[in-house]
C-alpha cells in the first residue's frame, strides 16, 4: 500500500507510544466521547500524542480505513489499536487499562 | 438521520444469529443507543474485534446514520 495518509498513520503510531486520534484538541475536544478519552488518559497521568481528525479530511477517513473502525476517538498504544471511547472506559474501570500501559512500559500516576 | 432500534437489532441478528441484543435509546431520540449484544461468536475474540463484528453487521450505519452507539459486547458465562 502507498497510501500516503496510512503511511503516515503507520509512522505516527510508530515514533509515539501513545497516540489519540481525536475530534478537536485535548484542550478542547469538540465531541464528548473524544472528551472522555482525554479525560481518562489525564486521570492515569499518561503523555500521549493527539491529532485532531476535524482540521484534516483526508486523516479522518483514512484513519477509519486503517483500523477497519467507523469512528473517533481511536488510541493506539505502542502501535497497536486499543479501541474507541467505549473500550477504553471499559478498560479503565476493571483496571485493565492502566496493567496493560504498565506492562508496555507506559507510566501511569498512582490510582 | 435516526435509526430504529428495532432495525438495529434486526441487522445484528442477521449477522450473528445466537446474540442477546438489549438495546436502550439513551435520549429517546433515535440517534443515541447502548446496546449490549452477548454471542458466542465472540468467544476468544478481543473487544475490537467483537465491536468490528458488530460495526460489520450494521454495514456502515455506524459513524452515519447512527451517530452514538455506545457498545458493550461479551461471550456468554460459560
Not at chain 1, 10 to 39: E, H
Not at chain 1, 73 to 82: M, N, S, T
Request: net charge negative; charged share 20%.
Amino acid at each position: 500500500m502507498t497510501n500516503p495518509v496510512v503511511q503516515r498513520i503507520q509512522q505516527d503510531i510508530t515514533d509515539n507510544d501513545v497516540v489519540l486520534y481525536m475530534k478537536g484538541t485535548p484542550v478542547f475536544p469538540q465531541c464528548v466521547f473524544s472528551a472522555a478519552v482525554v479525560q481518562v488518559l489525564s486521570e492515569l497521568g499518561v503523555k500521549f500524542k493527539s491529532f485532531d481528525v476535524l482540521t484534516d479530511p483526508s486523516l479522518r477517513q483514512g484513519i477509519k480505513e486503517f483500523s477497519n473502525w467507523p469512528t473517533i476517538p481511536q488510541l493506539y498504544v505502542k502501535g497497536e489499536f486499543i479501541g474507541g471511547c467505549d473500550i477504553v472506559r471499559e478498560m479503565y474501570a476493571t483496571g485493565e487499562l492502566r496493567e496493560m500501559l504498565s506492562t508496555r512500559g507506559i507510566e501511569t500516576v498512582a490510582a | 438521520m435516526a435509526m430504529d432500534a428495532g432495525e438495529i437489532e434486526r441487522l445484528i441478528k442477521q449477522a450473528i444469529p445466537d446474540a442477546r441484543v438489549n438495546i436502550e435509546d439513551l435520549r429517546g431520540d433515535g440517534d443515541h443507543y447502548a446496546a449490549t449484544v452477548i454471542s458466542a461468536a465472540f468467544i476468544g475474540k478481543t473487544r475490537v474485534q467483537q465491536h468490528q463484528m458488530v460495526y460489520q453487521a450494521l454495514r456502515g450505519r455506524m459513524g452515519d446514520q447512527l451517530h452514538a452507539l455506545a457498545l458493550q459486547t461479551a461471550a456468554p458465562p460459560g
